[in-house]
T-cell receptor, first 112, second 112 residues
């Protein structure tokens, strides 16, 4: 399943499928990007980050892709599990001690 | 403590009363953020402290909101003359400069 981030804030997938969550960031000067996961009733938790000198970074079951040309960031979750159900936020940072700016968020629902 | 600690976890108050929300960041983190999150919504930036620099207050919604950070550590967010639209979860986060944010569990504020 795939979302278009700001235009489709919900994404529903079947357990075991791969999920793709998209984010369009705002500032071409941003040099650091982070994905956060927020479960119901909890604070956001760090998933994975990427610096602007990279275009791909892999973690455990997650991959972040960065396309600076179109200012687009995506989070890919392999073999999605019910425990992955949460809201996912992307965030960008201009660097040099500037603040982190969050995107709108995408609600991911994993159906068993 | 090991993580960001916020108190109280829940606060119910009457319209017009003042409230104070407290945040204990991770030791050694020079950056501290306050965000507000309404039910089912994204993260609304409020204020950002970085070391001894002047705080970025650009997200505070009105002059009823203020925050301070004493000794570069503990921060207090104060809302004066609370209104019903102030009801939300107030999230605090801390980080090293330019690094990932670590969030607390939030303070849920309900204004009756």
């Amino acid at each position: 399943g795939e979302s278009v981030g700001l235009h489709l804030p919900t994404l529903s997938v079947q357990e075991g499928d791969n999920s793709i969550i998209n984010c369009a960031y705002s500032n071409s000067a941003s040099d650091y990007f982070i994905w956060y996961k927020q479960e119901s009733g909890k604070g956001p938790q760090f998933i994975i980050d990427i610096r602007s000198n990279m275009d791909k970074r892999q973690g455990q079951r997650v991959t972040v892709l960065l396309n600076k040309t179109v200012k687009h960031l995506s989070l890919q979750i392999a073999a999605t599990q019910p425990g992955d159900s949460a809201v996912y936020f992307c965030a960008e940072n201009l660097g040099g001690g500037s603040r982190l700016t969050f995107g709108e968020g995408t609600q991911l629902t994993v159906n068993p | 403590g090991a993580g960001v600690s916020q108190s109280p976890s829940n606060k119910v108050t009457e319209k017009g009363k003042d409230v104070e929300l407290r945040c204990d960041p991770i030791s050694g983190h020079t950056a501290l953020y306050w965000y507000r999150q309404s039910l089912g919504q994204g993260l609304e930036f409020l204020i950002y402290f970085q070391g001894n620099s002047a705080p970025d207050k650009s997200g505070l919604p009105s002059d009823r909101f203020s925050a301070e950070r004493t000794g570069g550590s503990v921060s207090t967010l104060t809302i004066q003359r609370t209104q019903q639209e102030d009801s939300a979860v107030y999230l605090c986060a801390s980080s090293l400069v330019g690094g990932e944010l670590f969030f607390g569990e939030g303070s849920r504020l309900t204004v009756l």
